[in-house]
């Protein structure tokens, strides 16, 4: 890497992949089916999306009741708000 070229490092964002573009397809046809469809997803050329770290847990409920089994990477990180209110609790 050059040194005039920009680094970014995104902290709690999720990049959930697919094996092909036909996978993708079925499993947003299925979020979009539920309420899922106020997620905060961001969908990334044909085999992957991002989203918040903390929607991935939301996902993965959602894709286990249809009988797909996700594999996640990584620890999941709670929501900003939940965090918040553990900081709060520390001051105390």
């Given amino acids: 890497m050059s040194l005039k070229s920009s680094l970014v490092v995104h902290r709690g964002v999720a990049l959930v992949m697919c094996e092909s573009s036909a ?6 046809r299925a979020l979009d089916s539920s309420s899922l469809s106020q997620l905060h997803m961001q969908r990334l050329g044909d085999r992957a999306l991002a989203m918040p770290a903390y929607e991935v847990e939301i996902v993965r409920r959602a894709l286990e009741e249809r009988g797909i089994y996700p594999k996640i990477v990584g620890t ?11 900081d709060e609790e520390e001051d105390v």
């Avoid at 996978?23 to 947003?28: D, F, N, P, R, V």
């Avoid at 999941?76 to 553990?86: F, G, I, N, Q, T």
Wanted: charged fraction near 45%; proline fraction near 0%.
């Fill in 23 to 28: 996978i993708l397809e079925e499993t947003l």
């Fill in 76 to 86: 999941l990180e709670e929501s900003s708000d939940s965090s918040k209110e553990d």
